[in-house]
């Protein structure tokens, strides 16, 4: 329970910075996408069933605030939280710099797929101009990435929950 108020609470904030940034920022590159950063912390760090339900329900919850195909980023939040989940089973380390990495492809994953599954995957073809705005904002996001899961670490351990995956936590305490 405690998880899900945590997550609920950094969901809100992300919303509302994002939802704030796009309307004092016009190049809207510029603004993380905090909510794929949550949905990586979760993926490396929380395995089992209710760390996917929330992270559908991330997606959702941008769905809902703004999103022009509804369950299209509940779907792509999903896939980045499932891609995490097995990338942290495979690494014998979930540490900041993988963190960014899966946040790096994961920003630009989740853009392009958006586009295929919105707009057929024909339109991927026209891709080209974006995917300079597209990289810069996946850059930006995989760069606050360490400072959010910072943020989270201790957020879990004033709350009492474990702040690292299942397997560094059984190593902690051997």
């Known amino acids: 329970m405690r998880l899900i108020l945590l997550f609920a609470v950094f969901v809100v904030v992300g919303l509302a910075f994002e939802s704030a940034g ?45 999103g022009s195909h509804p369950g299209l980023n509940a779907f792509m939040t999903t896939m980045v939280f499932l ?22 492809f994961g920003v630009i994953a989740t ?33 606050i990435a360490p400072i959010i899961f910072s943020m989270l670490a201790l957020s879990k351990r004033l709350t009492g929950l474990p702040d690292g995956s299942g397997r560094d936590a059984r190593g902690r305490d051997r």
Do not use: C, K, W
Request: net charge neutral; charged share 10%.
């Open 22 to 66: 796009a309307r004092i920022v016009t190049f809207r590159s510029l603004i993380p996408n905090l909510i794929i950063i949550l949905a990586v912390d979760l993926g490396l760090r929380h395995h089992g069933v209710m760390p996917a339900i929330l992270a559908f329900a991330m997606g959702y919850a941008t769905d809902a605030l703004a």
């Open 83 to 104: 891609v995490s989940y097995e990338i942290s089973t495979r690494l014998m380390v979930a540490n900041a710099f993988v963190g960014a990495t899966v946040v790096f």
């Open 111 to 143: 853009a392009l797929g958006t586009i295929a599954i919105a707009n057929g995957f024909n339109a991927l073809s026209d891709t080209g101009p974006l995917m300079p705005a597209l990289t810069l904002q996946a850059f930006i996001t995989a760069l």
